[in-house]
T-cell receptor
Framework: DAKTTQPTSMDCAEGRAANLPCNHSTISGNEYVYWYRQIHSQGPQYIIHGLKNNETNEMASLIITEDRKSSTLILPHATLRDTAVYYCIVRVSGSARQLTFGSGTQLTVLP | DGGITQSPKYLFRKEGQNVTLSCEQNLNHDAMYWYRQDPGQGLRLIYYSQIVNDFQKGDIAEGYSVSREKKESFPLTVTSAQKNPTAFYLC?????????????FGQGTRLTVV
């Protein structure tokens, strides 16, 4: 599985958009980009995933660069409840061993 | 409601004792996983299973054992051979072999060795 690189921490003002970057320069053609988040002492929560195209759901938007070597998770209007560790994962299609988590980005939403 | 349930939420054990953590899912998922998380760290894969009666070691399997006798259940035993068992343990499940499928996580079991 491709490795990912994320900043250790980020701050964002409440009500503003939070843009969380992820580099995955060794991503291969059959790997999806997944984002999860983990609020303190809880299990990780799925946010969004994509292969090539940009994706949007009720929680967030995912922007993947044309060369697929990096992506950005966008929380359009961050709230205090969005404070969490955000994990970017790339996942090989066809394998069960496909959830490899790094250290993630600690996002702190400030009032 | 469909979901994945871990029990107990908190667990204490004496040094030298084995302990089993429960993980049950009613999502009809074939694949199940166990992770360990230490304070301030990411998740590390202990064991995973793609189908019933089959499982594979992850990155840190030493001192742990699992079984997969039923599709719904994937219990993890922390044995006395695990030198530093105090940690937060997370179970997850998903459909294997389909790249565009999310994984669901339980709420975790916090194990403390006393």
């Amino acid at each position: 599985d491709a490795k990912t690189t994320q900043p250790t921490s980020m701050d964002c003002a409440e009500g503003r958009a939070a843009n969380l970057p992820c580099n995955h320069s060794t991503i291969s053609g059959n790997e999806y980009v997944y984002w999860y988040r983990q609020i303190h002492s809880q299990g990780p929560q799925y946010i969004i995933h994509g292969l090539k195209n940009n994706e949007t759901n009720e929680m967030a938007s995912l922007i993947i660069t044309e060369d697929r070597k990096s992506s950005t998770l966008i929380l359009p209007h961050a709230t205090l409840r969005d404070t969490a560790v955000y994990y970017c994962i790339v996942r090989v299609s066809g394998s069960a061993r496909q959830l490899t988590f790094g250290s993630g980005t600690q996002l702190t939403v400030l009032p | 409601d469909g979901g994945i349930t871990q029990s107990p939420k908190y667990l204490f054990r004496k040094e030298g004792q084995n302990v089993t953590l429960s993980c049950e899912q009613n999502l009809n998922h074939d694949a199940m996983y166990w992770y360990r998380q230490d304070p301030g760290q990411g998740l590390r894969l202990i064991y995973y299973s793609q189908i019933v009666n089959d499982f594979q070691k992850g990155d840190i399997a030493e001192g742990y054992s699992v079984s997969r006798e039923k599709k719904e259940s994937f219990p993890l035993t922390v044995t006395s051979a695990q030198k530093n068992p105090t940690a937060f343990y997370l179970c997850a499940s998903s459909f294997p072999g389909q790249g565009g499928t999310e994984a669901f996580f339980g709420q975790g079991t916090r194990l403390t060795v006393v």
